[in-house]
């Protein structure tokens, strides 16, 4: 029987083994890059619905304020060329804090338009538009609100504060 001996063995050639490590860097980086772009995109879009609409939801301060005889606040919303889904109202006192999301549709039994009734369907402003609401500040828990604060949603993204007023006044 003859054996059969190769005689010139050699391992992986360098070019070679260069080629294989810029593949797998290649294959890595595009991994990573298609993981971190599709969260990155993510949070871009749900920022993009607020972007540029700072200060087109506003509270009218002419008309905001409080009636302390009936325990009552007049909120009047203002809302500039943009297209809210809701707002959400915050007031606060010494006593609480107490927040709630009014959108079209909604009512509640401390909440009324300026010439509605507690219960009523509330509607939010159309675009370049105002309305005046009613807060029955004891129903909603903060009797002693003295602040308030509005967050639009747009675009089911919940907006920074748009406006705000640190010390409610008497109407």
């Known amino acids: 029987m003859k054996k059969i001996t190769k005689k010139n063995k050699k391992a992986v050639s360098g070019i070679i083994a260069t080629v294989i490590m810029i593949g797998l860097v290649i294959g890595v980086t595009a991994i990573v890059w298609a993981v971190i772009n599709n969260l990155i995109g993510k949070e871009i879009s749900s920022s993009q619905s607020c972007f540029g609409n700072f200060g087109k939801v506003t509270l009218n301060k002419k ?4 009636d302390t005889a ?3 606040a007049h909120v009047s919303l203002s809302v500039g060329d943009v297209r809210i889904d809701s707002v959400l109202m915050a007031f606060s006192g010494a006593s609480a804090s107490k927040s709630f999301e009014l959108k079209d549709g909604s009512n509640f039994s401390y909440v009324k338009s300026y010439s509605g009734s507690y219960s009523g369907t509330l509607s939010l402003p159309e675009k ?3 309305i ?3 807060v029955d500040l004891s129903g909603l828990g903060v009797s002693d609100a003295s602040s308030l604060k509005i967050s639009p949603i747009i675009e089911g993204t919940q907006c920074e504060v748009s406006d705000s007023i640190s010390e409610l006044g008497s109407c």
């Open 70 to 72: 009936l325990g009552e």
């Open 128 to 130: 370049n538009s105002g």
């Open 63 to 66: 008309y905001t304020c409080i």
């Open 132 to 134: 005046t609401y009613i």
